[in-house]
């Protein structure tokens, strides 16, 4: 079955970096786009961007260009999105999530991780 | 800026009642949008697809419609199980979510 696991909560200060990573199994690494999501306490979901596991390409939402580098690892089947300059906005549950179809435009988010707590705190 | 509404925004309604929950696109999407599911403390899931397009294993009591611009989704027959926010999204040069709807049970 396919599975998403993806690391442990982080506690980050102001200004740091925070890399989150989320491992795949249960189906072909590099025929699925992997989309990362987040959701700040209380609020909605917001896009962050995706990458392709095949030739390692990206597209970032325009709120998170400059700031988000997402990774992929082919030989662990693992896909990484780091963050930096971390504020206390950025205090959310960052979700991994794989796309429904192998279409060439991803489309929509159907396998998801358990999602990873980063806090920003002083 | 490309933007989708929701409405409303929560509601509440009894087990067995029909609740429909509107998605407005701010351009056309032909039908290039999807609902999804999110109880307290859980991942989305995927209800609809390709605006209505049952994804496998989800009851046939939820369901979509709609097409360029404006979109419902509607849930025949409430069932306890059912309390969560909604969320359609769109993928249009990246994903974009509505605000979601809150759905209690009376």
């Known amino acids: 079955q396919v599975q998403l696991v993806q690391s442990g909560a982080e506690v980050k200060k102001p200004g740091a970096s925070v890399k989150v990573s989320c491992k795949a199994s249960g189906y072909t690494f590099t025929n699925y786009y992997i989309h990362w999501v987040r959701q700040a306490p209380g609020q909605g979901l917001e896009w962050m961007g995706i990458i392709n596991p095949s030739g390692g390409t990206t597209r970032y939402a325009q709120n998170f260009q400059g700031r988000v580098t997402m990774t992929r690892d082919t030989s662990t089947s693992t896909v990484y999105m780091e963050m930096k300059n971390l504020i206390s906005q950025d205090t959310a549950l960052y979700y991994c999530?794989?796309?429904?179809?192998?279409?060439?435009?991803?489309?929509?988010?159907?396998?998801w991780g358990q999602g990873t707590l980063v806090t920003v705190s002083s | 800026d490309f933007q989708m509404t929701q409405s409303p925004s929560s509601l509440s309604a009894s087990v067995g009642d029909r609740v429909t929950i509107t998605c407005q696109a701010s351009q056309d999407v032909t039908n290039n949008l999807n609902w999804y599911q999110q109880k307290p403390g859980k991942a989305p899931k995927l209800l609809i697809y390709?605006?209505?397009n049952l994804e496998k294993g989800v009851p046939s009591r939820f369901s979509g419609s709609g097409s360029g611009r404006y979109f419902l989704f509607t849930i025949t027959s409430l069932q306890p199980e059912d309390i969560a926010i909604y969320y359609c999204?769109?993928?249009?040069?990246?994903?974009?979510f509505g605000p979601g709807t809150k759905v209690d049970v009376k």
């Open positions: 999204q769109h993928y249009r040069m990246g994903l974009t």
């Open positions: 999530a794989r796309d429904r179809t192998r279409s060439v435009v991803p489309t929509a988010p159907l396998f």
């Open positions: 390709d605006a209505s």
